[in-house]
């Protein structure tokens, strides 16, 4: 039987996948995702029906659409097993209980939101806000703070308990992780502004950690906004490394080749030394500082997800070892 169920489960998630994939395509474009029937992006064929099964399809078709041959994103292979996995995921975390579908759900919703943010910087109020609805409402049958409570007996008096207790408990600190979480961000987007004078970050990032908090409760929303923070400023920053590196092994490479071997200070072709194209590279890295828009919900989608399911034994973790 297990085995039976675990595939079923996995093919579900396929199929799930699939849709998502509809949704990160359509969405921000802001079209339907129940009609028209799915079409290729290029040349706009109908894809039949026994062209749409999850995964095989892509395979059979080896990437590409049937009659104009332009390749089909493998994003569509990638979110189809990334959502199988999810699902199995949860169901081997968890088991069949509601905090699994809990975890299933958010999962879903944040895979659907980094992908879009990635693909197009948007995050669709069609995903944040009925996910920030469902977040609050499954506060009112799994705790939010399960697995603290699991860890930390102490952490619930007896008290909380009772049935009615713990439902208040856990809707207040669903509501106060979105709050947390949507003014964090929204000061952060202000700061960003002020001193950047572009918008680096804007509502869609507001309303997805609103999401976040109401699904994860304000200790995991403050934990999940810490570590994006500390990976997306880690990879901006190689980022711009990665930037001064390329400008500057290219003006270098332009400056011995333009440089014959004889007589190096006549030749007026040649004027850069080695500090100024150091200090190019340095200019151009800090224009990519400047006009690089990090897909912000990259990071906080990926890091709630790993918070939902580690920041617990994490932070545990942490306190043990101060
Ligand atoms: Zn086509």
């Not at 990032?205 to 995991?220: R, S």
Request: aromatic share 12%.
């Amino acid at each position: 039987m297990e085995p039976f169920l675990k595939a079923a489960i996995f093919a579900l998630g396929l199929c799930f996948g699939s849709f998502l994939n509809v949704c990160i395509y359509r969405l921000p474009r802001e079209k339907s995702v129940v009609t028209p029937r799915s079409a290729c992006p290029h040349c706009g064929d109908p894809i039949p029906l026994y062209h749409n099964l999850p995964v095989l399809s892509w395979l059979i078709l080896r990437g590409k659409c049937r009659s104009c041959k332009q390749p089909i994103s493998p994003r569509y292979l990638v979110i189809e097993l990334l959502t199988g996995l999810l699902f199995l995921g949860c169901y081997a975390h968890f088991g069949l209980t509601l905090a699994a579908l809990k975890c299933a759900v958010l999962g879903y919703l944040l895979l659907g939101l980094v992908f879009t943010d990635a693909e197009t910087k948007l995050l669709p109020d069609a995903m944040t806000l009925p996910g920030l609805v469902l977040g609050i409402g499954f506060s009112l049958v799994v705790p939010v703070n399960d697995l603290a409570s699991r860890i930390m007996p102490g952490l619930v008096s007896p008290a909380m308990r009772s049935e009615i207790s713990w439902r208040i408990w856990s809707l207040s600190d669903s509501l106060l992780g979105a709050a947390v979480g949507a003014s964090f961000l929204y000061g952060a987007a202000a700061i960003y502004l002020r001193a950047r004078g572009v918008e680096g970050m804007g509502f869609g990032d507001v309303k997805l950690m609103a999401l976040i908090g109401a699904f994860l409760g304000t200790k995991l929303t403050v934990f999940t906004i810490f570590a994006a923070s500390l990976t997306g400023s880690l990879f901006g920053l190689s980022t711009v490394l990665a930037v001064w590196i390329k400008r500057f092994r290219r003006i270098e490479a332009r400056r011995t080749s333009s440089s014959p071997s004889s007589g190096i200070s006549s030749n007026p072709s040649s004027p850069i030394s080695t500090s100024d194209a150091r200090r190019r590279a340095w200019h151009s890295a800090r224009l990519a500082l400047r006009y690089y828009e990090m897909p912000f919900g990259v990071f906080l989608g990926g890091m709630a997800l790993l918070s939902f399911f580690f920041g617990n034994r994490l932070l545990h973790w942490y306190w043990r070892a101060l």
